[in-house]
């Protein structure tokens, strides 16, 4: 997906080899250039969707500033910049290794640690560059330059080799102690019937039952949905009861929702099924609302003003408030409708912990310390805040009736993903298995 930029530098060369600039016009291309990068500093934040059509402005201009080919300029006489410049490649290798080991130590918050390695990022730069690079232009191996050849893709090989064990594996696990192996192996206690029953893609979505043939309730749903109906299903108050499962990766349960593949099909099949079948069952949304509201909150503690993941009447950058306006009338108008054939019930959001329960926990636990993923129940409230609003207008205006996982999930401070020092998550927004299970007792209150 990126390759174009690397591109762009071909199309620069071939360019500059058909076409010479004059001294004037370069001049001002070069700053033009400067302009787009400057401009690309300023405007763009972490609320932009990237790699993307955004991309394009630091790609062109720095393409125009290598084009413009101006050797005569300060730049050219400043050796910091011409170092950096030798050994750019070098860095943009080495700097991500060392990105890697900052965010498994949790220190890519810590600014002293971020500057030392930057620092470390240069280093291992500058002996690649003597080393490897400098070395590997006038590179001969037995007497011959294609024996070079010859014992780059031999190196090659080998490491593809080992990386292909090492994966086919699941990782050498003997490096690690038991209980880390235990706490991270939550990440994959998740719903065995996950793919059997989504309606992803299927032109007839299928209709999963859970549990006993005497169908009590219809869960329905994203993938929060997924990964919490067998924990509706442990609130069955008898064998022989069992619900269906109505379910859509990535789909909010929202009427005029676009940019999804089969998503508004899906939600217009629900509803008119929703119609045939008996109003005696009650119904069970449940879906990362905020989600799709104000895009992910992965890495941050609350909030979210990123690029929302879905659109109605044309496509936002961010949450602003005609986005919201129409996410709102959606919503109403989607529970209102549903509310008119038999009993709603939604669940409050899950709280979304911003970092991988299971890999933190992990992580923390080779270090020798106990590590806890938490949420303030301050962030919660400002992260959901919306969309509990509009669930609030929805139980006003029709009647719908909300289910609350905090009490399950939280004390009075926090919300942890984890419950009796295991994983209660398997990433960072989604229950486990085992997590699910502390919610049986708030939908069993659905089949009272």
């Known amino acids: 997906y990126r390759y174009w930029e690397m591109l762009a530098g071909g199309i620069v060369y071939f360019a500059s080899g058909i076409s010479k600039v004059g001294q004037r016009s370069g001049r001002v291309i070069f700053y033009a250039g400067c302009a787009l990068v400057f401009f690309s500093f300023v405007y763009f934040d972490a609320g932009f969707a990237w790699p993307g059509a955004y991309a394009v402005v630091p790609v062109v201009g720095a393409s125009l500033i290598l084009f413009s080919a101006q050797q005569d300029l300060f730049i050219n006489r400043v050796g910091i910049i011409q170092w950096v410049g030798d050994r750019s490649y070098s860095i943009y290798l080495w700097h991500w290794p060392v990105v890697v080991l900052l965010a498994y130590f949790s220190k890519l918050a810590a600014p002293l640690w971020v500057l030392g390695g930057i620092v470390l990022s240069l280093l291992l730069a500058e002996f690649s560059y003597r080393l490897v690079e400098v070395p590997a232009r006038k590179a001969v191996f037995w007497g011959k330059e ?60 299928p209709s999963c039952v859970y549990g006993g043939q005497n169908v009590r309730a219809i869960v329905l749903g994203d993938s929060h949905a997924n990964t919490l109906v067998t924990g509706v299903a442990a609130g069955l108050l008898s064998p022989t009861d069992g619900l269906w499962y109505w379910g859509h990766l990535a789909c909010p349960f929202l009427k005029g929702v676009s940019d999804y593949p089969g998503c508004s099909a899906f939600n217009a099949w629900a509803l008119q099924r929703m119609r045939e079948v008996s109003p005696e069952i009650p119904l069970i949304v449940i879906s ?49 409708e549903a509310a008119t054939t038999r009993k709603v019930y939604v669940l409050k959001p899950v709280p979304e912990l911003a970092v991988s329960v299971p890999q933190a926990m992990a992580r923390g636990k080779m270090m020798g310390k106990v590590t806890r993923v938490s949420m303030s129940r301050a962030d919660y409230g400002q992260r959901n805040a919306f969309i509990l609003s509009v669930l609030d207008d929805a139980r006003h205006k029709c009647g719908i009736e909300l289910l609350d996982p905090l009490p399950y999930l939280c004390d009075n401070n926090y919300c942890y993903g984890d419950i009796g020092g295991r994983p209660a998550y398997f990433d960072d927004d989604h229950l486990s298995e085992y997590g699910n299970k502390f919610l049986a007792p708030l939908f069993a209150e659905v089949f009272q």
């Open 146 to 205: 294609w024996g070079a050849v010859f014992l780059t893709g031999f190196v090659l090989l080998v490491a593809v080799v080992c990386a292909q064990w090492i994966i086919n594996s699941k990782g050498v696990l003997s490096r690690v102690p038991e209980d880390v192996i235990a706490i991270r192996a939550e990440k994959n206690n998740t719903n065995k019937r996950g793919n059997e029953c989504v309606a992803d893609n299927r032109p007839v979505p």
């Open 288 to 336: 990362r609302w905020s989600y799709y509201a104000l895009g992910g909150n992965e890495g941050k503690s609350a909030g979210g003003s990123g690029r929302p993941p879905i659109h109605f009447s044309k496509e936002y950058d961010r949450p602003d408030p005609d986005f919201l306006q129409e996410f709102r009338a959606a919503m109403l108008d989607t529970l209102c």
